[in-house]
């Protein structure tokens, strides 16, 4: 009789152990220049992992607030994620041109007003029907505030002046930074919000140099060096200017990865000189950074869990 008990208590506290809520880890600046002194290197650094599109996983479609959710049980996150235009202009969260992998509607987003988009769901990377809906960029920022930092890749034909107009109604100048892909693009965001950070590629010294020749600041700037690992000297020369650094392992880093368990692929890029990683494999690279950050006992006051 006594071990049925027993056995009857360990099948209950298994069953508490699996509805048990997750741990999130959630990343928070009180100000501005708070967060721009940690992307400016004049804190402690603490490498952290970018979820590419949200950190998209089975059940978790991409771009969905509830994906952004679920990362933050892995990791303190980055959440990179994409904004395109509806058919009435309103700001939606969204890769692609067309809908079809992603929802269940069909055609060009552009196609489709605003309340015509949130009769679709989201399907996930295999392509299963979630309840998820497509949410705007006012509600991600909203739902980000002091839990994680973003990057923002905003789609061809957005305007930047609705973008920083989101950022500013939300007061996400805190965690927000803002993607662009060439010199002119940087430019223009730093004369339209020289106060916000800006994520722009810098693969050599001569495109830091670009930047700074038209006017953008090395204060202002976190470096995108490509999905590739740069040189070890470019890492610190950029780190001695005062620039963080995103290397993106999605695509072959982060195969290389998967197939070469043993080898800590993505420890080794943090310790060569990678500050952030944007990675589609939240889960692997954050255990490796995990045991990194453990090995140099590395704190970040700006880290709560909840």
């Not at 979820?51 to 998209?56: E, Q």
């Not at 950070?197 to 038209?214: G, H």
Request: glycine fraction near 6%; proline fraction near 4%; charged fraction near 25%.
């Amino acid at each position: 009789m006594k071990k049925a008990h027993l056995l009857l208590l360990v099948i209950a506290l298994s069953g508490l152990a699996c509805i048990a809520p997750k741990q999130h880890y959630h990343i928070s600046f009180k100000t501005a220049k708070e967060f721009q002194d940690f992307l400016n290197r004049k804190t402690s650094s603490y490498p952290l992992l970018s979820a590419h599109r949200g950190g998209p996983m089975p059940g978790f479609p991409e771009n969905a607030i509830e994906t952004f959710e679920n990362a933050t049980t892995y990791q303190p996150v980055i959440i990179e994620f994409d904004v395109a235009l509806s058919k009435d202009s309103a700001l939606v969260i969204m890769h692609d041109d067309k809908l079809d992998r992603t929802t269940t509607g069909a055609g060009l987003i552009s196609s489709y007003t605003y309340n015509e988009l949130q009769k679709l769901t989201l399907k996930d990377d295999d392509g299963k029907v979630t309840s998820f809906k497509i949410p705007t960029l006012e509600a991600v920022l909203h739902w980000g505030k002091d839990k994680v930092l973003f990057t923002i890749d905003i789609k061809r034909g957005v305007p930047y002046e609705k973008i920083i107009a989101a950022v500013r109604k939300t007061k996400s100048e805190t965690n927000a930074i803002i993607i662009t892909y060439n010199a002119n693009q940087a430019a223009k965001v730093h004369r339209l919000a020289p106060d916000l950070m800006i994520s722009a590629t810098v693969k050599s010294v001569e495109d830091l140099e670009r930047l700074n020749q038209m006017g953008v600041p090395n204060d202002k700037i976190v470096a995108f060096v490509g999905v590739s690992a740069p040189s070890k000297s470019l890492y610190q020369y950029l780190n001695s200017k005062g620039i963080s650094t995103i290397l993106g392992t999605m695509g072959n880093l982060d195969r290389s990865a998967k197939a070469n368990l043993n080898k800590n692929i993505y420890s080794d890029l943090i310790a060569d000189g990678a500050d952030v990683l944007s990675t589609d494999e939240v889960s692997l690279a954050g255990e490796q950074l995990n045991v990194y950050r453990a090995k140099n006992k590395l704190k970040f006051k700006n880290l709560y869990t909840k």
